[in-house]
């Protein structure tokens, strides 16, 4: 998308927040166009869509959204109870998996708030509802940010789909996105599980550090270092064993006299 379309950048009120998350909206479905077709997506797995697909109606200018389409997956038979006792009657369902999707919410002040939803069907539980990917406060900045976006879409989606086959990438993706972002569970908004993490590996730390100093200290305090190392005290073998000889070539002097004496 071209920046030169974003006049003012960064927005100085909430009006020019509206005109520049317009601007946006309005070639959404061109830039994820080609995002999908950059990741050999076939346009009839998906849609994009500014109004939302499910939400308002598809009316509400305030919401862009891109799924991926929803899909027939198994059939089974299920029987229901008829108008009549003792009726019964068969018929086939099809089971359908509800598609990964992301939306662009505009809120009232002009930021926009960007959330991930996970696939699921009726027996499918994630560990969250939603994952609020990102908090946009100059929408200016979202076709900058729409391809970091778009492959967080593609992670969690594979993740999150009963057919998903996950590249090691995308779980480090789906798993960081997971710890370090806030989510929705049970319809409640819950913290990023990393600051509790980073709580705990700083008590594991400092209690580590704690022991170490209280290890040393009694270390000093009962076994007190007032004896020279045992290379310093240990005596010098060499010269010990010089002066041995020097004592041997005396005590031997006088037989090598002799020895001399007798061959003479």
């Known amino acids: 998308m071209n920046q030169g379309l974003y006049p003012s950048c960064p927005a100085r009120g909430r ?3 509206y005109a520049h998350f317009q ?4 070639e959404a479905e061109v830039l994820f166009d080609q995002l ?10 998906y849609d994009v869509r500014v109004g939302g697909l499910s939400l308002k109606g598809g009316k509400d200018k305030r919401l862009i959204e891109i799924a991926f389409k929803n899909r027939h997956y198994d ?5 229901d109870a008829a108008l009549k006792v003792g009726d019964v009657v068969r018929q086939n369902a099809r089971l359908l998996e509800v598609g990964t999707s992301m939306t662009y919410q505009r809120r009232d002040n002009g930021d926009v708030v960007c959330v991930l939803y996970p696939a699921r069907t009726d027996e499918s539980k994630e560990q969250e509802d939603l ?8 929408p200016c900045h979202l076709p900058m940010l729409a391809a970091d976006h778009f492959h967080d879409l593609l992670a969690y989606r594979a993740c999150t789909t009963i057919d998903g086959n996950p590249s090691l990438w995308q779980l480090l993706r789906c798993s960081y996105l997971r710890h370090f972002k806030k989510r929705g569970v049970d319809f409640v908004c819950r913290p990023a599980r990393a600051p509790s993490w980073l709580k705990q590996l700083a008590i594991f730390t400092v209690g580590a550090a704690a022991g170490g100093l ?5 270390e000093r305090r009962f076994f007190p270092e007032d004896k020279k190392p045992f290379a310093e005290s240990r005596p010098d073998n060499s010269s010990k064993a ?15 006299n002799l020895n001399s004496r007798y061959l003479i």
């Open 15 to 17: 009006l020019q927040k």
């Open 23 to 26: 601007l946006f909206a309005d």
């Open 214 to 218: 209280i290890t040393k200290a009694v």
């Open 75 to 79: 059939t089974i038979e299920i029987e």
């Open 36 to 45: 999908f077709e950059l990741a050999t997506i076939d346009r009839n797995q």
């Open 131 to 138: 994952i609020v990917l990102d908090y946009i406060i100059q």
């Open 242 to 256: 010089l002066s041995c000889c020097r004592i041997g070539e005396k005590e031997c002097q006088p037989e090598s």
